[in-house]
């Protein structure tokens, strides 16, 4: 009787097998429009940098070979950003961060005031005459409070990390993107969070880890004061990494703050943050 049950299974799995349960299906996909990408993140005490690129079809062959950044970059655009009373015109040049490593296509030589509360206006003609526009403004500067490192009751090999900042504004809400990495600062973070002060119960907010880091590691630790479409932004970029990972998942179209006749997608941002490093000790 125990040999049956078992045989059972078996013969039933045999005979599916057997049957061609796969049918192939064509599916016509309109064809893809590229769109003009900007990302712009401005950044107290350094230049002025723009990254302006096009977009790829999901199934567009994507090679990274010595005609890269020819296929991907977008060249000979007008770019100018205006600010508290002055229009500076970016050049169309490569320049690089290395720490983390960040490539920019537009630059000018003059710094990010780091004054909150000004207006930035970006315009882009493109050399087909289409044009993108974006807006921002520099948010307030929110130091980080206090780094506490607590070691597990359980197992004191092995630390967690308490970030404390204080909401700037209480009543009024604030968005925040906490950046920890381990180790590097060009390494892909550790933890990526977004919030905003509608979590906080007092008036001082709590980033925290699990116990997950041992005596004499690093971490740097950046906590950023972002507008809300910054926030938005990020988190559909987010949802759409996470929707091309998951065959199930719903497409999450990308939230821009940039517009114009050109129809681009991407982000023109002030980034007001501030950095820690902790070296994890006892």
Known sequence: MNMLKNILPLALLALLAACNLTKEVEIELPEYERQPVVECYLEPGKPLRLLLTQSFGYFDPFGLDSTFLQKTLLDSALVTIAYDGRVDTLKNQLAFD???????????PN????????E????????NGQEITGETTMMPFVPIDSIRVEFSPDLDTL??????????????????????????????PDQD???????AQTP???FGTGYELAEGDTVYNTVLHIE????????????????????????SPIKSNVHGSANPIGIFTGLMYDRKMTIVKK
Do not use: C, M
């Open 193 to 199: 969070f977004l919030t905003s002060d509608r979590i």
């Open 120 to 127: 930035y206006r970006l315009q882009i003609l493109l050399k």
């Open 98 to 108: 290395f720490s983390p490593f960040k490539i920019y296509n537009y630059v000018s």
């Open 111 to 118: 710094l990010t005031p780091a004054t909150p509360g000004i």
């Open 159 to 188: 630390a967690r990390i308490l970030t404390f900042i204080s909401d700037p504004e209480p009543g009024r809400e604030n968005y925040f993107r906490r950046l920890l990495n381990y180790a590097a600062l060009d390494s892909v």
């Open 204 to 206: 001082l907010i709590a």
């Open 228 to 251: 809300k479409a910054y926030y938005d932004y990020v988190e559909s970029v987010q949802l759409a990494v996470f929707g091309n990972l998951n065959p199930f998942a719903q497409p």
